[in-house]
């Protein structure tokens, strides 16, 4: 039985404050290391598990090793009035990596599986991912012999959701075999002062709840498709035509027998196509996301440019990639403030009145910067520049000709298939990569943005070239090429959210500084609250800045090597 307090941490100034306490009450923290984890949980397509009350977790370990797997009761809030206190049934088993319970080892956890599921297939239902550290609550502040009670967990969570991911912080207090209610009450006293909230469901059932939409606990059920609406006597049926965008392939559709020439028109055609979609959403100016996913595909194909340049006519290339740039300069700066605004409104919409007025100057000047740039992107968007560039591209995608000539008779040949070009970028771009392994411990802001940069260069990689490289490597998120896009992907937003935070910092720095040289003035309680928020963001990128090793290591680690190694194998 897992008797444990569950609490959601309103925002990462107070997670941060957390992570620094030495003492609770008259409980010593002792660090208890960093990790980490993926969770994989696993039902039937009929949530036979879910419905038996529990839910099955696979634990992923880091390093290689064996995974934990686990049959955890749904949570269980039983705390007198406050929610946070929750009793769960919980059955672990040290299992092979990636084993369903009929390769678990004998014992309460697989048979209680067994029975639960049968012998149904089991199916990945979501995927958690987590940063935790870990502290252990001492009775006696730290005296020799003082008692284990608790341990307490503070946890950066990665929720799926909509495609993405929504961070959360969160704290559990779990009782150790030596610890008693009284100190669980005790730790619990100890916290009131920190404006936590009591979390009243599991992680999995938010996850659950967020990915496919049903309340936490019930299985999600299709919903029967609506009949067609009759037409009136006489009248042709009036079906809705299908949409461009809908339409689209899912893949660029590279094989490893073609030309590199051919896979890169291939890939370019495929984000060109995507980067057309977004136009009218970025236009209309409703949902910023059209921004970001447009800024998306011009960087994929600026990507794609660069890694098959050697294959196509140069002129072109050049040509086309100094316009994509231009397209995504534009993007970029509207992008930028979009995400600096909303983070910015996210803060002001937490503080009492008079603080969120203080603030809103910050507000209005970021918002006037984003009005600028937006404009500067559609007058860009409405001329004859864009439409001349959209014109020659779609015709130099289209043209064979503007492949690089192959060589001429009697000269040696030189690779061209992407089956014979393909294992040596892979492990090129890998290696640049890799050779930051050196300046991670302590690596400045610059370095990691540095080390960000390269790694794109390593995902997109493997992202144009995904359906050559599954067949040896396979796919899934555990250990096929998907975990190794994923891990990188990690990387980059790991680095990119510090970058952002170093971003706004530098920008909060030029806000005071232009009030203070120009003609108006800051009132003492803006420069106040710019100060606030200035704090806030640092503790944020020092919080950062000390996880980037977490990433990294699998990124550089030696699971990853393997995959990559069967994925050019197969070639």
């Known amino acids: 039985m897992e008797v444990e307090l569950k609490y959601a941490v309103p925002d990462d100034e107070l997670f941060e ?72 049934e919980e059955y672990e088993s040290r299992v092979p990596p990636g084993a369903a319970p009929q390769a678990w080892p004998a014992g309460p956890a697989r048979e209680r599986a067994l029975a639960l599921s049968g012998e149904q297939p089991l199916q990945e239902i979501v995927s958690i991912g987590q940063e935790r550290h870990k502290r252990i609550a001492v009775a006696g502040a730290g005296e020799p012999g003082g008692r284990e009670t608790a341990e307490l967990s503070l946890d950066v969570v990665s929720l799926p959701r909509d495609g993405q991911t929504q961070v959360t912080y969160e704290l559990e207090i779990e009782l150790l075999p030596d610890g008693k209610h009284a100190d669980l009450q005790a730790l619990e006293q100890a916290l009131v002062g920190y404006q936590l909230a009591p979390q009243s469901s599991s992680k999995f059932e938010r996850a659950l709840a967020l990915v496919d939409g049903a309340p936490p606990g019930q299985p999600a059920q299709a919903e029967p498709a609506a009949e067609p609406e009759a037409a009136p006597p006489g009248a042709a049926p009036h079906a809705k035509p299908p949409s461009k965008k809908a339409a689209r392939a899912k893949t660029p559709g590279v094989r490893a027998d073609e030309t590199m020439a051919a896979a890169g028109r291939k890939v ?37 440019l660069t890694l098959f340049k050697d ?93 690089r ?28 990569v890799r050779a930051y392994e050196s300046l991670i411990p302590g690596a400045p802001v610059a370095t990691l943005h540095a080390l960000r940069i390269v790694s794109k260069s390593l995902r997109y990689a493997l992202e144009f070239f995904r359906e050559v490289l599954e067949p040896a490597a396979g796919g899934g998120p555990h250990n096929g090429i998907g975990f190794a896009i994923e891990s990188v992907v990690a990387l980059q937003d790991h680095i990119g959210d510090l970058h952002d935070a170093d971003v706004t910092i530098a920008k909060l720095h030029a806000f005071l500084q232009g009030q203070a040289d120009g003609e108006s003035r800051l009132s003492p309680e803006t420069v106040m609250a710019v100060g606030h928020y200035m704090k806030t963001k640092q503790a944020e990128l020092r919080r950062l800045h000390r996880g980037a090793g977490r990433p990294w290591r699998a990124v550089s680690g030696v699971k990853l090597r393997r995959i990559l190694g069967r994925a050019v194998a197969g070639l």
């Open 311 to 403: 294959y196509l006519r140069r002129k072109p290339v050049r040509r086309f990639n100094a316009e994509l740039k231009k397209v995504a300069h534009l993007l970029g700066d509207v992008r930028d403030l979009d995400v600096q605004l909303k983070a910015a409104q996210d803060y002001h919409d937490q503080l009492s009145g008079p603080a969120a007025e203080a603030l809103q100057p910050v507000l209005e000047a970021w918002s006037a910067e984003r009005d600028t740039a937006r404009a500067a992107l559609l007058d860009y968007l409405g001329g004859a520049d864009y439409r001349a560039f959209k014109k020659g591209y779609k015709k130099f995608l289209d043209a064979k000709a503007d492949e």
């Open 405 to 432: 000539p192959a060589a001429a008779p009697g000269e040696l040949p030189s690779p061209s298939l992407v089956r014979q070009v393909l294992p040596g970028q892979v492990w090129d771009h890998y290696g640049e």
């Open 268 to 304: 370019l055609r495929f984000h060109f196509e995507r980067l057309l979609d977004q136009e009218a959403g970025v236009r209309e100016g409703a949902d910023i996301e059209a921004v970001h996913d447009m800024r998306v595909a011009t960087r994929r194909q600026r990507a794609a």
């Open 17 to 88: 404050q957390l992570l620094s306490l030495t003492h609770l009450g008259d409980y010593w923290l002792r660090p208890a290391g960093d990790q980490r984890l993926t969770d994989h949980y696993y039902d039937t397509p009929e949530r036979a598990v879910l419905r038996g009350g529990y839910a099955l977790r696979l634990r992923e370990n880091p390093e290689g090793g064996e995974w934990l797997g686990t049959l955890k009761g749904l949570a269980n809030a039983s705390g007198p009035g406050s929610g946070a206190e929750h009793d769960r």
